[in-house]
C-alpha cells in the first residue's frame, strides 16, 4: 500500500521561501505522475502543481505560477516543491498524491504551511 510522508512545512513570512519534501513508499514511484495538493480553510483541496514521471513536463495552477518549481528525484523517491514569493494565500496544508487526474487511495498526514505578514 501506498505510503505519503510530507516533513517539513512550518511559518514564513510573506514574500518568503519555503521547500516541502514527500517521500513515497510502497509503490513503484518512478512509474507515476505526480502532483502538489493544498487546502486552506474552509476550502476543497486543489492541485497546485503536477511533475510527469520522468520529470520532463510540470503542470502549475495560475495562483502559483511563475512562484513555484515541482520536481522530483526518483532515486529516493521524493517529490519536492520550491515556492517562492509565498503570499498569505499560501497558507494551507500541503499533500502530495498521484496527478493529475486519479489519485492513490491513501493521502499523508499533510504538511502546515503558514505565511505571515
Known amino acids: 500500500q501506498v505510503k505519503l510522508v510530507e516533513p517539513g512545512g512550518g511559518s514564513v513570512q510573506f514574500g518568503g521561501f519555503l521547500r516541502l519534501s514527500c517521500v513515497v513508499s510502497?509503490?513503484?514511484?518512478?512509474?507515476?505522475?505526480t502532483g502538489w495538493y493544498r487546502q486552506a480553510p474552509g476550502t476543497q483541496r486543489e492541485l497546485v502543481a503536477s511533475?510527469?514521471?520522468?520529470?520532463?513536463?510540470?503542470y502549475y495552477a495560475d495562483s502559483v505560477k511563475d512562484r513555484f518549481t515541482i520536481s522530483r528525484d526518483n532515486t529516493k523517491n521524493t517529490l519536492y516543491p520550491h515556492m517562492n514569493s509565498l503570499k498569505s494565500e499560501g497558507t494551507a496544508v500541503y499533500y502530495c498524491?498521484?496527478?493529475?487526474?486519479?489519485?492513490?487511495?491513501?493521502w499523508g498526514q499533510g504538511t502546515q504551511v503558514t505565511v505571515s505578514s
Open positions: 511533475i510527469t514521471s520522468g520529470g520532463s513536463t510540470n
Open positions: 498524491n498521484r496527478a493529475p487526474g486519479m489519485q492513490w487511495g491513501s
Open positions: 510502497g509503490i513503484s514511484f518512478s512509474f507515476y505522475n
